[in-house]
């Protein structure tokens, strides 16, 4: 044998023993999976999560976009006229007398001249003074309101009575009381303009006149306001 085939055949005799102890350890390791994942180290527990992070800073503004076309013209609109009304200013008037001693039984008592500013307000009116009623038998008096000459009629009269059933046996008899009565009440549908407003007595219907008398020995007053509807 060749010195060449000596060293060939104690090469194979060393290197056979060492392949079936490769062998064998290879047979009897068990691998872990997550071993070529990791390294040679295993994976531990997930940790706890970190807070949240600082806001970052502002970026830089961005260069402005192209303008848009124009739009579509619109229809045309209609034109409206606002109409602005001036706040309401007070508007009244007193008429005052110390001691009418008006003793008629028909006719104006008295009268007082107003002006009114605006044909869509209504007119407040108060007659306040001394009323006397005597007759005798049984009689009614009228004391009522009147508006450049006619009665109002928006809705009804402003007027106030006196009825006496049983008299006296004569007119100067001592059932002789006087005492302070007022007449009061609205009034619409009067225009705008000066307007003479008065007060007047006259009889009741059905009913026979008596002995009248109007502001006795007192002050007598016609007070009108004008008041938005």
């Known amino acids: 044998m060749s010195p060449l085939a000596s060293r060939l055949l104690v090469l194979l005799c060393l290197a056979l023993p060492l392949y079936g102890v490769e062998k064998v350890k290879s047979r009897g ?4 999976p997550d071993v070529d994942k990791y390294g040679s180290c295993l994976q531990g527990p997930a940790g706890t999560p ?27 609109g209609e034109c ?9 200013r007070p508007n009244y008037k007193q008429c005052a007398w110390n001691a009418l001693n008006y003793g ?7 009268d007082c001249t107003f002006t009114k500013l605006r044909s869509d307000s209504a007119l407040r009116v108060l007659f306040s003074g001394s009323l006397r009623l ?69 009889t009741c219907a059905d009913y026979p006149r008596g002995d009248a008398s109007t502001g006795w020995n007192s002050v007598s007053r016609i007070i009108i306001e004008e008041l938005p509807k």
């Open 104 to 110: 008629i039984d028909l006719g104006k008592v008295a």
């Open 134 to 202: 005597k007759c005798k038998n049984a009689c009614c008096q009228r004391w009522y309101f009147t508006f450049n000459g006619a009665e109002c009629t928006g809705p009804l009269p402003v007027e106030s009575i006196i009825y006496l059933d049983q008299g006296s046996p004569e007119l100067n008899s001592t059932i002789n009381i006087h005492r302070t009565s007022s007449v009061e009440g609205l009034c619409e549908g009067v225009k705008a303009g000066l307007v003479d407003v008065a007060v007047w007595v006259g």
């Open 29 to 32: 390791y068990r691998k872990e």
């Open 80 to 88: 409206v006229s606002e109409i602005f009304e001036e706040p309401w």
């Open 50 to 76: 970190g807070r949240d992070g600082n806001p970052g800073a502002n970026g830089i503004p961005g260069t402005p976009g192209i303008p848009g076309r124009d739009g579509l013209k619109g229809e045309k």
